[in-house]
């Protein structure tokens, strides 16, 4: 175990178990007021203004050019016909652009594409090894199984925050609870969510090039999100809280009339400290890759650079000289080189 690997690995585990310490020594001090209503409205707003900041910055990036990632070949003439596939891998209008972008949004279908590459010893080969490609689809199912558990976990939550609770929250309710061999009832999504991000998590601590390469950002979320998992299991299934009392709490955060309600167990500010300290930080972590992808022009532009001329409108003004021009100002050192001139005066 490196000493770089300790470093990025051992620090954000360290910052993710001292904010569990701060939440839990600042409601044992009775700072109940801040940690369930003033860090709460400050992790809102630095996540806003963050989002905000950080999505203008990227619309004002210059793309002069389409540079989207293709996979088929382009359009050319007009009797070489193309699939479906074809198009979405490299598409020619706004319509497979959008195509595209919704499959890889909700089905990652590039990461469903993805391969592994390894070079594996073969003794009947003449140099000992062999490279091999094959189709590697644990991480887009661990990556999907996260990002839909999340999506899920999150649209549950919005019955602490509506009243009347939208009919679509008590539908994803009863889906996602519907293995009723526990009480309370047992939640697919938050058990999946743990499962996959303790998955990915491994995937970079087991896979020696995965080490190699992460860094404490790469590590700070997965714990941070690990964490958040398994207070809320801890919270429903083992600690029990105040349902009605965190209703009331959660309900006064979203009209803007906030109110501290007592009775509420401290796991459940350890909780919500956690999720403040993941909204704050998303605006400036690679989870950004979410709003990015829309973003991205490697993503969202049509490969029609074959028949549409794309000039860049920030290229520097610069007075070009014609062949006439050049030759005229240098056609004596040209013929004394020997460079044949269309003029010989």
Known sequence: MTDFFKLHFFVPLAAVLGLVVVAYVGVQANLQLLFGVVVPYMAALIFIEGMVYRLIQWTRSPVPFRIPTTAAQNKSLPWIEKNLGEKLDNPETTKHVVGRMALEVLAFRSLFRNTRT????????????????????WLWLGAIAFHYAFLVVILRHLRFFTEPVPGFVYLLDSVDGFLQFFVPVVYLSGLVLLVAAGYLL??????????????????????LILSIAITGILMRYFYKVDIVAVK????????FKPKVVAGIGVIFYIHLFLVCVLFAYFPFSKLMHAPGVFLSPTRNLACNS??????????YPVKFHSYAEYEDKFREAMIEADIPVEKES
């Open 118 to 137: 390894e070079l594996r010893q073969d003794p009947d080969h003449p140099e000992g090894a062999r490279l091999i490609h094959w189709s590697y689809k």
């Open 202 to 223: 491994l995937r970079r601590i087991l896979r020696p090039e995965l080490r190699y390469i992460s860094l404490a950002a790469d590590y700070f979320p997965l714990f």
């Open 248 to 255: 009331d709490l959660a309900l006064g955060l979203a009209t």
């Open 306 to 315: 074959r028949w549409v001329r794309h000039v860049n409108p920030w290229n």
